[in-house]
């Protein structure tokens, strides 16, 4: 989960973002929201790996990267930092968060961007990559078995939060998953799940 309060930020955006299931995806010679996509992804391999260097707490997340990220962090301003984490892993297998994009986004000491907003993780993903590959309204585990990539959950019921981004291996998420009747959820609960494969 990721709560993130609103903040006139380096690289931030006002616009909103919302899984649009009708727009065109990659790999077809079309430019969608001005900017091509590109089908090249991850290894889920290497995702994995680099999830597994922010699987820690928001604060040590902070002392990792460093600069607007850990300024932030610290003023409480993000207290949540999913979409920081697969930024992270985005940056770190050859999928950079571009700078000065519109995209909610601040730099850490590494000079890399890294959104803290799902909405804004939601229209990387399909600006990058097209549509997700599968989506599945009322997500169970059970619907996406065999199945590996980056996966974003999106619900109802968390205050100043949307929903989650995480990696899933076919059988469990790299952190929480909050699916249908995950302990986990609190007041959460998940309408639709949606994947990006990554082989």
Not at 58 to 81: P, R, T, Y
Not at 85 to 101: D, E, F, Q
Not at 123 to 130: D, P, Q, Y
């Amino acid at each position: 989960m990721v709560k993130a309060q609103k903040a006139a930020q380096v690289g931030t955006s006002k616009k909103t973002a919302k899984l649009n299931l009708s727009s065109p995806g990659c790999g077809r010679g079309f430019i969608y929201k001005q900017r091509k996509c590109s089908m090249q992804r991850p290894t889920f391999g290497s995702a994995w790996i680099r999830f597994s260097e922010v699987n820690i707490s928001v604060s040590q997340v902070s002392a990792l990267i460093g600069g607007k990220v850990k300024s932030n962090i610290e003023k409480g301003v993000f207290q949540n930092a999913c979409p920081i984490r697969m930024s992270y892993v985005l940056n770190y297998t050859g999928i950079s968060i571009p700078a000065n994009s519109g995209y909610a986004a601040v730099s850490g000491k590494d000079k890399k961007w890294y959104i803290y907003r799902v909405n804004d993780m939601i229209r990387f993903l399909e600006e990058r990559f097209g549509q997700p590959d599968i989506t599945e309204r009322v997500p169970t585990p059970a619907k996406f078995t065999g199945k590996k990539g980056i996966m974003v959950i999106l619900g109802n019921g968390w205050n100043n939060a949307r929903g989650h981004v995480t990696l899933w291996n076919g059988d469990i998420c790299s952190d929480s998953c909050h699916f249908m009747g995950d302990p986990e959820n609190g007041s959460f609960v998940p309408e639709v799940a949606s994947l990006w494969i990554l082989k």
